[in-house]
Nanobody, 123 residues
Framework: QVQLVESGGGLVQAGGSLRLSCAAS????????MGWFRQAPGKEREFVAA????????HYADSVKGRFTISRDNGLNVVYLQMNSLKPEDTAVYYC????????????????WGQGTQVTVSS
């Protein structure tokens, strides 16, 4: 069992930045691939970014490529999502997720989820 707790969400103006953090409870955190997903009101949950267990490989949704950066610190059991040049369309609840094996851009592939953190970008 892996417990995930997100933090760092908030209200920011368009063009601004936020850094989300996701803290994992398990010492075997380094064996899990991690992903970030988001869900806007009235929309389905969508993939944002993912990172391999080692941090050596990353993958991004086209909508955030070049603006968001996913990273991890296996010593601290934390995964980050640095979000720059934020747009109003980035407004959503952001979730981190963990899975054994390779990362995936499919939310159905993930075994563990955090409770989410709200990101609101004003125009």
């Amino acid at each position: 069992q892996v417990q995930l707790v997100e933090s760092g969400g908030g209200l920011v103006q368009a063009g601004g930045s936020l850094r989300l953090s996701c803290a994992a409870s398990r010492r075997t955190f380094s064996s899990y691939a991690m992903g970030w997903f988001r869900q806007a009101p009235g929309k389905e949950r969508e993939f944002v970014a993912a990172i391999s267990w080692s941090g050596g490989s990353t993958h991004y949704a086209d909508s955030v490529k070049g603006r968001f950066t996913i990273s991890r610190d296996n010593g601290l059991n934390v995964v980050y999502l640095q979000m720059n040049s934020l747009k109003p369309e980035d407004t959503a609840v952001y979730y981190c997720a963990a899975r054994s094996g390779a990362y995936s851009d499919s939310d159905g592939a993930y075994d563990y989820w955090g409770q989410g953190t709200q990101v609101t970008v004003s125009s």
